[in-house]
């Protein structure tokens, strides 16, 4: 008997997922008659965390759905902002160090793993956390286990904020974060903190804040500047921000 044959077409933002000549409007596809509409839909190179309704005829199915023969099918992206099941947090990978810091720098709860441990402990950490995964690894988006994952769609780091910034509408806190190790910033008497600094910064600044996690201390430094013009962008573009800040971050900062 032969296969069912199917058509779809994909949303324009879906269009790097899939190959040339499914890009240009609806396309055919043979089926095995048993597969699931997700399972088809991943198989065409789209992550389902980049899919968002699955329309049959115009009317919405699950991603269990069988497909029948004949049956057009179109592809839709997410929709911004996108619901989670949980707050906003989130997992990067060893590629979006920059993209961490700069989220931390916004007060956004944002792990990261500095080195490589494969996809299959990143899917389990995202699992065990509750973390949205964030990666240009498409392969890691398939995996099953995540909690929730997101393809990071641009390789600058100005994009990459913006685009999980509107993706996810998380609550920003700017200055409340450690951006090295992910803790909260708590306020430091200079006196509390007097090891820790140069002779240099500890006659020229009197406010300080310290990591509750790590230690490392922060004080208004000569970054201050730089970074202040992306958390002022961040909010004026994606909100008003939630509790008052700690102290701006620390001059051996980058972000």
């Known amino acids: 008997m032969e296969k069912p044959e199917i058509w779809l077409s994909f949303a324009p933002e879906l ?107 990143l899917a389990t950490r995202s699992a065990a956390e509750q973390r949205v995964m964030l990666s240009r690894d498409r392969g890691l988006l398939h995996r099953r286990e995540l909690w929730a994952g997101a393809y990071v769609y641009s390789h600058r780091p100005p994009e990459q904020l913006r685009d999980v910034l509107s993706r996810f509408a998380p609550p920003l806190a700017p200055w409340t974060r450690c951006t090295a190790c992910n803790g909260t910033l708590r306020e430091a008497a200079k006196e509390s903190v007097h090891e820790q600094l140069q002779d240099g910064t500890e006659r020229a600044y009197d406010a300080f804040a310290r990591c509750t996690d790590c230690g490392q201390v922060y004080w208004r430094g000569a970054h201050h500047a730089s970074l202040n013009a992306i958390v002022e962008e961040s909010l004026r573009e994606f909100g008003s921000p939630g509790p008052a800040e700690v102290l701006p971050q620390a001059v051996s900062d980058t972000a």
């Open 15 to 121: 269009h790097l997922f899939v190959a040339a000549a499914r890009r240009a409007g609806r396309s055919a596809v043979r089926t095995d008659g048993v597969s699931t509409l997700g399972h088809v839909v991943e198989s065409l190179g789209v992550p389902l965390t980049e899919a968002g309704a699955l329309l049959v005829g115009g009317r919405q199915v699950p991603v269990s759905h069988v497909p029948a023969d004949g049956e057009e099918v179109t592809v839709l992206a997410v929709v911004r902002p996108q619901p989670l099941p949980g707050p906003a947090r989130f997992l990067l990978d060893v590629h979006l160090g920059t993209l961490a810091r700069r989220l931390r720098l916004l007060g956004v709860d944002a792990a990261y793993e500095s080195v490589d441990i494969g996809d299959a402990a």
